[in-house]
């Protein structure tokens, strides 16, 4: 198994815990690498695992038949995943699994049932991340509904800007396609239109964030509630 890297190995949620809930939590904790596409949840499948990860994005994916697949949720080092775990359950519909590789740890669906047992604090915190990250998946809904697509792309932009923490970002084309849930030729035009206003430049597979506070000028209010209220309830 990996080390962590030091300057890596925060995240917020786990950063988050008591002294005495992370004593509890970590020795059920285990390091694990986070490959490209790998699988945290299966649709309808019984949840092994629940991941938090320090570096990467993970992407929820609402599945619907004949395989229409649009994302409703983006995890990164702030969060988990397994939400429908703290809640009581031990599926989703949804498809949870990595676009950008990272790392993180892990910690099966019975040990953290137990932990949330165990300790009131614990189940709190993780309850008040899942309101949160529901918080996330309304947000997203509105945006899809109402939102241009270069409105509805600068909020994506800044949201793994926010969870990468790099000004590059491993994006293509087809992907942003399919998060935002639109034909790939609507995201390449949006994209040169956000080049052109200088606000991001583009390579094979990478977008680079060059004025991210025109970025946010672009997203308007589609970007920052979820934001606050992960500020507000779990803290900075």
């Known amino acids: 198994m990996f080390a962590l890297s030091p300057s890596h190995s925060a995240n917020r949620l786990l950063a988050a815990l008591s002294p005495a809930d992370m004593r509890l939590l970590k020795p059920l904790l285990q390091p694990r690498s986070l490959k490209l596409r790998q699988d945290l949840e299966r649709p309808n499948q019984p949840i092994e695992d629940v991941y938090f990860p320090h570096l990467g994005i993970a992407s ?57 047992e165990a300790s009131a604090s614990l189940h709190s915190l993780l309850l008040r991340y899942v309101h949160v990250f529901m918080v996330q998946t309304a947000h997203t809904a509105i945006s899809n509904a109402r939102a241009r697509l270069d409105i509805r792309l600068a909020r994506w932009l800044l949201m793994a800007h926010d969870r990468v923490r790099d000004n590059k970002l491993p994006l293509t084309h087809e992907f942003l396609a399919l998060m ?57």
């Open 60 to 116: 929820v994916v609402a599945v619907q038949r004949k395989d229409q697949r649009v994302e409703v949720g983006l995890i990164g080092y702030e969060g988990m995943s397994g939400t429908s775990v703290v809640l009581g359950g031990d599926r989703s519909p949804h498809s949870t699994y990595m676009q950008v590789e990272g790392e993180g740890h892990s910690i099966s669906i019975g040990d953290l049932r137990g932990a949330m």
């Open 180 to 236: 935002l849930g639109v034909r790939r030729a609507g995201v390449t035009e949006t994209l040169h239109t956000l080049v052109s206003q200088k606000l991001i430049t583009t390579d094979r597979g990478t977008v680079v964030i060059v004025d991210r506070k025109g970025i946010e000028r672009t997203a308007g209010d589609s970007y920052g509630t979820p934001e606050a209220e992960f500020h507000r309830l779990i803290g900075k």
